[in-house]
């Protein structure tokens, strides 16, 4: 995910639920990477809750629910939501 417009659309989905998306700062704090080692380009600051992210090292995994991106253990038991390319 690397744009709000994304971020937006997935989110006006999701309802009550709570997904993993595609990223993760294991590698360096605060630096988020997609698994295909993209760096995530979403202006965190405005539009993560103001108390997020707050793991540390314990949270590593990004996940997003209806009004927010936050940072969570990587072992939660959460859904999760994947982007394909265009099918013909």
């Known amino acids: 995910m690397t ?3 994304k ?3 997935i989110q006006a989905y999701l309802g009550d639920y709570d997904l993993w998306i595609d990223g993760s700062d ?3 704090e605060g630096t988020w990477i997609t698994e ?3 760096t995530i380009t979403i202006p965190f600051e405005t539009i993560y809750t103001p108390s997020e992210p707050n793991g ?3 949270d590593n995994c990004l ?3 209806s009004d927010e991106l936050g940072d969570f253990p990587c072992t939660a038991s959460l859904g999760y ?3 394909v390319g ?3």
């Open 3 to 5: 744009t709000t417009a």
């Open 7 to 9: 971020r937006d659309a």
């Open 26 to 28: 294991a590698t360096q």
């Open 36 to 38: 295909d080692g993209q």
């Open 56 to 58: 540390g090292t314990a």
């Open 63 to 65: 996940f997003m629910d």
């Open 81 to 83: 939501i994947c982007e």
């Open 86 to 88: 265009k099918v013909n």
